[in-house]
């Protein structure tokens, strides 16, 4: 693989860009008299950060991380000493030169924001669920993409890592409540993406902070796409008076240690030449019929080949500042990220330019736009099976390559093991994504009247999409070759335009304060895709295609909506919020494009009356909440409701192939939205100056409705042999729990913030038609022929169906015994049902019948976790400070499929040394059943001899830092540095599990067309490496 | 600061035009046609045939389980021990067994795709009258031709396997049908070939692969036979022309690719080798004109010849080395090459002309051919009591691969005499068997002259198979149908399943 841009290069280039951008911060200084001082708590501990500002001008400068200042100031100038969660002061200058400032903490932090949708709302008066992340939690560890950025860091929001690099992270707002796509809306500075994956190329640093909305009453704003939750990101606008410059750079590596034991090359063709025995009729014949063959000394250990140590390199380069004239804010990175599988790999390189400027005072006028460029190189399947599958399977008596530099393969067609040298396969195949991207906005707002504003504002996102595989031709050693080279190119691009206005009517009349928002925005997206494939025999040197097979197609949708939302409260007490929008997509047939989307929230600030109990008690905030809302999820394909022709039916006539047509699809004519009613129940209080926090939701999500592709008769025809319809309800409940308790004692300062929560979900109706009681998914085929997920009224999504293993039999005789001769393999006379002989797993017979029959299939997990948590914990000391996030998961089940790689033993491949005591002769008690050659081999029949318990609680992050003196700093960079700080991090350090395969943190079956099919099964993917990282972080 | 009235006009009116009134998301689909606009064009109307054609060769049909399934059934074949046949040779499909829905589900989408053909026929004909179309009356003719055989063949493939099934023969009416009558079946099958033989092209005189009124009336023949109204197969059978019995030197043009559309050929299923990566579950759609027979067959040795079928072919019959390889038998281009294999079936691998086999083969399904014609001739002859006509029919099958005579005294000899009718039954039994081995047609047969018990129950070892012929005349309903189908229950299951 070729690297696309030279990461050092780049490193240096953004050192050279921030030494300049200091320089000329420097001139923004006014050349007048200095005031010095120190802003402090009421305690006397410091406040780094905070803001001074020279009222009625732009200039101003910023704590250090001492809390010290200076400023130079004419003698009539006030301050204004402003800082997050602190009550802003204004104290005059007069002759002073040294202004000394205690600033108060703000009780109820009354004036923090959280962006609602279509506007922002103070966190006090909200009476919806909402969660807010800060950009510095996100930047907390380096990650590939903002989505991993979330975990553990808000109730609720659930995410699910691929370990490979750039791969999909899943994210989950209060658990799954469709069948179909159950992403959340991302919306960045009001600009939709397509899902969440797109989060990738959203550079971390450029986030200000992210809202995530849960209760149908807050994303009810968002209509029809509202059902699965939504993260509002925030990019950094700048601040007036305050120049910021932030320069992070850090490196590390990745690795994991975790290996499979599999047989070594004695203990292989050991394990072959007793199965060739047993297997008398010479079906298993392989190299090792040559009684002298032993390995010529090769022990190649193939997992080690697939595995290296990563390197992990980034560097951000941020400036911001403004006026009242404007503000602004830039920011350019680098994150370069090796798998730890050799040639995987993820780069994502990013510009983002914000602005707005003030024209007059009553129109303001803006940008934001984000560049984005990644590439991927993900791990290569082949065969069917994942590399690691290869890695266990491979023989160990191959070596890599042979002295003369060919790669190794199974030695002949008789060595009977198909396993893929993965060195080779790495070196012959492509498999590389690059992934372009624009979103941003322009928008201008007028102040019409006092407390009436008009915005409008036209978003854009992106994206150019090149799939790159490749799959050149090569020779082995041994029986694998490939004459052909084989390239497949796609190419898609998407566009996405957005129009959006916004009416707001803000007003407060005496104690009644009231706002109105009404909203018109359409939606205007097209996908539209080429792929281009070419095998040829002339050449596997070029990468370019000539006279390949190509074709193209369009996805092109639109939507259109009104949105009304009035929020009311009296004297910040009584809270009400109500709201309605309409929804109009092209996604549905005519009669039903129009969906209504109405919620509405009650709040009451207990801790506003004057009530006897809150003082008694030390209440500094009690506040209650209810919501309740309808959204949709229009998450469908293209034209679901209607069929269509197609016209790749091809058959030969007079020798030439011909195009052929027929009926693509199915009709339902009263296709409609998915509806999710939501209602949230919650209290919050925070206690002694909200020293200590506490918040309590507890929701039931109602689906309806859902889109299921349902099954219709075969005898109809239709190819797909399901039509999209409006046939399944699902219900969620479930509860979040947050603390927060932060403690301030001289130069000691901690936090801990923890988060419970749980989401049960339940099935509750799956189809029209009344026979049809389970819908069966989850396809993993190798290995397994049969499916592994089921949907089935009162059950759990996606829990797994199949057999109960109750052990191994030991003898024929424990055959008969359990089930009689007529179940035994050897009887010429068995019945219907599976055969059994001793070796084989033993299972029960659930219907008791008296034989093993697909009825005896049950449910035999469950992968929806009981409850997941995640403990923030920080703290700092003088110049230290040290920051932990552990995250886990409880109660839930993973089908281990390598299981099936470790101990199958249905096929010639090496195995886990589990297999060594396998059962080989009657009377052998173990829980390893014996080889079997044949097909349809019941041992390996989806049982609970694949489920584990999944449960794990994770040091996701551990950092340490230490941030130089001020002195040290104004003696080194004589002022011109406000901040420098070191740290070294380490993610996933610790993992405590019971679970035996390499990592519990499974990420989800996808189907071809995107959707989950399964959660909770691992097979075989790259486990999350355990990362050492050294940064610097230094603001100017 | 406050604004002046002006300014407020000025800054609303601009809002106002800033606010997008166009609410019509209705979208025109850029990548398909729709039904409304199709049957515009000859080569719209010749694109939807082709279309009713490619359900043929897929894997529900003839690029697998079309042969596997009912040669499976038949006393022609020992299983290999792979489970896609095992299954079917033991007697052991249920109503979940892959391939019994994919069988079931294939027809039925052939069945959609003629459907959707027909029911263009009143679009067709009224933009005829409209005029200024490039098609003619005879395209029209020729395309409901084509619909209605194809149409046919699929409820043939059908009715044979699963007895009354839903009848479906319009799209707009097509969810949750319950079974008919297989007498209906029948009947439909009836009436759509008799439709078909009027309106289609003769041989010759339409493009290669097409249907054509020889292999509708020749269809037509035997579903008569099946009916046991042996008037009426005579009758069309009769009315058959153009096609001869290829000289013996030519006889494996019969199952070869280089002999493909011969004289003696009435209708096949065409592959040509191109795919495009995706001929697992090949449903029709797509480039994947191939069929995996000869693999199935001869390359894997998934099922082989049963040493009673072997033993059935005279000593000196040339058509054993036409149908089956034993070791040491001469293949291959110009019998150059010594095949080293095991005994496979040599009918319809390319080993006649490759040296070994393909998986993705090319070599056409061979559905119906003149000799069996002459044959079913004879059964109707015989049928109606005219033993002589019958003896002669048989005789030309003789003729061609050049074997003595019935009637002769070198062939009562070899212990076949056709003094009496039992006789030429007898004999018909076997000539039948021979010429057509593994060619779908055996296991049907010997249903049809109701001497299945007989012939299928033991194996060559004399192990019983498990056949049962009040079960396993018929396949079992596949169970997706009974659970997504309104108007079925398990009640409608064929007995014993």
């Known amino acids: ?1036 | 600061m406050k604004y002046g009235i002006n300014q407020i006009i000025f800054y609303t009116f601009l809002c106002l035009t800033l606010v997008s009134c166009t609410e019509d998301v209705t979208l025109e689909n850029p990548n398909q046609l729709t039904e409304d606009t199709f049957f515009e064009s000859l080569q719209q109307i010749e694109a939807a045939a082709n279309g009713s054609y490619a359900q043929l060769q897929s894997s529900g049909l003839y690029q697998r389980f079309g042969y596997i399934l009912p040669d499976s059934f038949s006393d022609e074949m020992q299983s290999g021990g792979d489970a896609n046949f095992i299954t079917s040779w033991s007697f052991q499909l249920t109503p979940t067994t892959p391939q019994v829905d994919l069988y079931w589900t294939t027809c039925y989408r052939g069945i959609a795709a003629c459907n959707f053909l027909l029911g263009g026929e009143s679009k067709m004909r009224e933009r005829l009258d409209g005029g200024g179309v490039d098609f003619t009356a005879d395209d029209v003719n020729d395309a409901v031709g084509q619909g209605r055989f194809l149409r046919a063949l699929y409820y043939f493939h059908l009715v044979r396997r699963f007895g009354g099934v839903p009848l479906i023969v319009d799209n707009d009416n097509a969810l949750d049908i319950p079974r008919s009558e297989a007498e209906e079946v029948w009947d439909l099958i009836k009436s759509d070939l008799r439709v078909a033989s009027a309106n289609l092209f003769e041989k010759g005189s339409t493009e290669e692969g097409r249907a054509t009124r020889g292999a509708a009336l020749g269809l037509l023949g035997k579903v008569y036979l099946f009916n046991e109204q042996y008037d009426s197969a005579k009758f069309y059978l009769d009315q058959i022309s153009g096609y001869s019995l290829l000289p013996l030197n030519e006889y494996n043009d019969n199952f070869n690719e280089s002999g493909e559309f011969n004289d003696e050929s009435m209708f096949e299923v065409v592959y040509t080798g191109e795919q495009d990566g995706s001929q697992w579950d090949q449903n029709g759609r797509g480039l994947g004109e191939v069929t995996w027979h000869a693999q199935e067959y001869t390359g894997w040795s998934n099922i082989i010849p049963s040493q009673k079928m072997i033993e059935e072919f005279e000593d000196d019959d040339p058509r054993l080395q036409s149908s089956v390889l034993e070791a040491g038998d001469a293949y291959g281009p110009n019998n150059s090459l010594t095949w080293g294999g095991g005994r496979v079936w040599y009918k319809f691998s390319q080993l006649y002309e490759n040296e070994a086999t393909m998986e993705n083969g090319d070599t056409n399904a061979r559905l119906l051919r003149y000799a069996d014609v002459v044959l079913m001739k004879a059964e109707a002859e015989l049928m109606l009591g005219n033993s002589s006509m019958a003896i002669n029919y048989l005789n030309m099958i003789r003729d061609r691969v050049m074997l003595p005579r019935y009637g002769t005294d070198e062939m009562d000899g070899r212990g076949y005499p056709v003094d009496t009718p039992d006789q030429v039954f007898e004999a018909l039994m076997h000539e039948r068997m021979i010429e057509l081995c593994a060619e779908q047609q055996r296991f049907d047969d010997l249903i049809r002259w109701n001497m299945d018990s007989r012939e299928i129950t033991v194996d060559d070892q004399g192990t019983n198979r498990g056949y049962n012929e009040s079960i396993h005349r018929l396949m079992p309903i596949p169970q997706t149908e009974i659970d997504a189908n309104a108007n079925m229950s398990a009640a409608d299951q064929n007995p014993g399943y």
Not at chain 1, 301 to 308: C, P, S, T
Not at chain 1, 606 to 614: A, I, K, P, W, Y
Not at chain 1, 775 to 800: D, K, M, V
């Open chain 1, 1 to 1036: 693989m070729k690297k696309y841009l030279q990461f050092n290069r780049l490193t240096l280039r953004l050192t050279v860009m921030a030494i300049l951008l200091t320089f000329s911060a420097g001139h923004l200084q006014a050349q007048q008299r200095t005031v010095s001082g120190k802003v402090v708590l009421e305690d006397g501990g410091a406040v780094p950060g905070a803001s001074i500002l020279i009222k009625g001008t732009s200039n101003g400068t910023v704590t250090d991380n001492n809390g010290n200042y200076t400023l130079k100031v004419s003698s009539g100038d006030v301050l204004i000493f402003s800082f997050i969660g602190l009550i802003t002061q204004e104290v005059t200058v007069g002759s002073r030169s040294v202004v000394d400032v205690t600033l108060e903490e703000d009780i109820q932090s009354l004036e923090e924001v959280v962006v609602v949708g279509y506007g922002e709302q103070k966190k006090a008066t909200l009476t919806t669920a909402v969660s807010t992340i800060t950009g510095d939690d996100l930047n907390a560890y380096p990650v590939a993409d903002v989505g991993q950025a979330l975990q553990g860091r808000a109730a609720g929001v659930n995410i699910t890592n691929n370990g490979s690099p750039g791969g999909r992270t899943l994210i989950r707002i209060r658990g799954l409540s469709t069948f179909g796509d159950g992403d959340p809306l991302v919306v960045v500075d009001g600009v939709f993406l397509e899902d969440s994956e797109d989060l990738r190329n959203v550079n971390p640093a450029s986030i200000e902070k992210i809202d995530v909305l849960k209760d149908a009453a807050a994303t009810a704003v968002y209509g029809s796409r509202g059902a699965n939750g939504v993260i509002i990101v925030s990019t950094n606008k700048g601040t007036p008076g305050k120049t910021t410059l932030k320069l992070k750079t850090y490196g590390g590596i990745q690795y994991s240690n975790q290996r499979y034991d599999v047989l070594n090359t004695e203990q292989y063709i050991q394990f072959l030449r007793e199965i060739a025995v047993q297997e008398s009729d010479g079906a298993v014949a392989s190299v090792i019929s040559d009684p002298n063959f032993n390995g010529d000394g090769i022990n190649t250990n193939w997992q080690d080949e697939l595995f290296r140590t990563g390197v992990m390199r980034g560097a951000d380069l941020n400036l911001s500042g403004g006026s009242d004239k404007g503000r602004y804010s830039f920011g350019v990175s680098a994150f370069d990220q090796e798998g730890i599988y050799i040639d995987t790999e993820f780069q994502r390189y990013s510009f983002n330019i914000n602005s707005e400027g003030n024209i007059k005072n009553r129109v303001k006028i803006g940008q934001t736009l984000s560049l984005g460029h990644s590439q991927r190189v993900a791990p290569v399947v082949w065969g069917g099976r994942e590399p690691l599958y290869n890695a266990v399977a491979l023989p160990p008596y191959i070596p890599v390559r042979t002295a003369d530099g060919q790669f190794g393969s199974s030695l002949d067609s008789r060595d009977g093991n198909d396993a893929i040298n993965i060195v080779r396969v790495t070196e012959t195949q492509d498999n590389q994504n690059l992934f372009n991207s624009i979103y941003g906005n322009v928008y201008a707002d007028f102040q019409l009247i006092d407390g009436l504003n008009f915005r409008t504002q036209y978003g854009l996102y992106a994206f150019f999409s090149n799939q790159n595989d490749i799959s050149r031709a090569f020779q082995t050693t041994g029986r694998a070759s490939q004459s052909e080279t084989f390239i497949n190119k796609g190419r898609s691009q998407f566009l996405s335009q957005q129009i959006t206005n916004t009416l707001t009517y803000s007003k407060d009349f005496g104690q009644h304060n009231v706002n109105v928002t009404l909203v018109q925005e359409s939606q205007d997206k097209n996908f539209t895709n080429v792929s281009t494939f070419l095998a040829t025999d002339l050449t596997s040197e070029l990468e370019e295609i000539v006279n390949g097979t190509s074709e193209s197609f369009s996805i092109p949708e639109k939507l259109f909506s009104y949105l009304g939302r009035v929020n009311y409260d009296f004297d910040e007490k009584y809270l009400l919020q109500l709201s309605l929008r309409r929804d109009k997509s092209s996604k549905f047939p005519e009669a039903n494009q129009v969906g209504w989307f109405p919620a509405a929230s009650v709040g009451w600030i207990v801790s506003r009356e004057n009530f006897g109990f809150l003082s008694a008690w030390n209440i500094s905030n009690l506040k209650v909440k209810a919501s309740y809302g309808v959204t949709g999820n229009n998450q469908i394909g293209f034209n679901a409701f209607t069929s269509a022709i197609a016209r790749d039916f091809f058959y030969p006539v007079d020798g030439q192939v011909r195009d052929g047509a027929f009926i693509d699809g199915g009709n339902n004519a009263d296709l409609r939205w998915e509806e999710a009613t939501k209602q949230n129940y919650g209290v919050e209080v925070g206690l002694f100056n909200n020293a200590v926090t506490a918040s309590v939701d507890y929701f039931i999500n109602s689906s309806q409705g859902l889109l299921l592709n349902d099954r219709v008769s075969s005898s109809s025809g239709i190819l797909s042999g399901t039509i999209a319809r409006n046939v399944g309800d699902v219900e969620v409940k479930g509860v979040e729990l947050t603390l927060g308790y932060s403690k301030t004692k001289g130069n000691f300062q901690w936090n801990l913030w923890g988060n419970i929560s749980t989401a049960e979900a339940q099935v509750k109706k799956l189809s029209n038609s009344t026979s049809i009681d389970q819908i069966l998914l989850g396809n993993l085929n190798p290995p397994f022929s049969e499916q592994l997920t089921r949907l089935a009224p009162g059950l759990p999504l996606y829990h797994f169906f199949g057999y109960v293993m109750e052990g191994v039999y030991s003898t024929d005789q424990e055959v008969i015994d359990h089930l009689g001769e007529s179940s035994l393999a050897t009887n010429p006379g068995a019945d219907a049902g599976i055969q059994f002989q001793a070796g084989d797993v033993r299972f029960s017979d659930i219907n008791g019948d008296g034989v093993i029959t697909a009825e005896d299939r049950t449910v035999i997990g469950d992968p929806n976790p009981d409850f997941t948590y995640s403990i923030n914990f920080s703290a700092s000391y003088k110049n230290f400070d040290i920051s932990m996030l552990i995250n886990g998961v409880q109660g839930v089940d993973i089908l281990n499929a390598n299981t099936w790689y470790l101990q199958s033993q249905d096929f010639i491949a090496n195995f886990g040394t589990d297999v060594l005591r396998r059962w080989q002769r009657p009377g052998d008690v173990t829980d390893i059943p014996r080889f079997r050659f044949v097909g349809n081999n019941s041992n390996n029949f989806i049982s609970t001899r694949y489920i584990e318990d999944g449960s794990f609680a994770r040091l996701k992050n551990l950092t340490i830092g230490y941030s130089l003196n001020q002195e040290v700093l104004q003696k080194l960079f004589k002022g011109a540095v406000g901040r420098v700080r070191f740290y070294v991090q380490s993610q996933n350090l610790i993992t405590i599990t019971k679970y035996s395969g390499f990592d519990p943190e499974v990420e989800p079956l996808y189907g071809g067309d995107g959707i989950i099919q399964g959660i909770g099964i691992d097979r075989g993917r790259q486990p999350q490496p355990v990362t050492f990282i050294g940064g610097l972080q230094v603001e100017f």
